[in-house]
């Protein structure tokens, strides 16, 4: 059974930082992007950063860039996503999820494209 759980989430000030975590089980990491996607109340689910499998590049929204990473730990199987310099606008239930279309980010990709869901993590920024 494929399994992705997001953990890391929290209260954090503005300007704080965060580090997500995504593990994967029965699922191998090596073979597909991976993306972060976001969903604030009220909003749609919008994607935060991609990273390929092929290459380990990256893409990331242009409302993250300068901020946030992703990164990937094979041998854990797990994808990370680093957040810095944090705002109240990325208050949000962040999810990770897997593109089975592709090996290689073009851009985050909508969030159809994406299978094996998470039950997300929540990060609120407040002061």
């Known amino acids: 059974q494929v399994q992705f759980v997001e953990s890391g989430g929290g209260l954090v000030q503005p300007g704080g930082s965060l580090r997500l975590s995504c593990a994967a089980s029965?699922?191998?990491?090596?073979?597909?992007?991976i993306g972060w996607f976001r969903q604030a109340p009220g909003k749609e689910r919008e994607g935060v950063s991609c990273?390929?499998?092929?290459?380990?590049?990256?893409s990331d929204a242009d409302s993250v860039k300068g901020r946030f990473t992703i990164s990937k730990d094979n041998a854990k199987n797990t994808v990370y996503l680093h957040m810095n310099s944090l705002k109240p606008e990325d208050t949000a239930v962040y999810y990770c999820a897997a593109n089975l279309l592709r090996t290689r980010c073009v851009g985050v990709g909508p969030s159809h494209e994406y299978s094996y869901w998470g039950q997300g993590t929540q990060v609120t920024v407040s002061s």
């Open positions: 990273i390929s499998s092929s290459d380990g590049s990256t």
């Open positions: 029965g699922f191998s990491l090596n073979y597909y992007a």
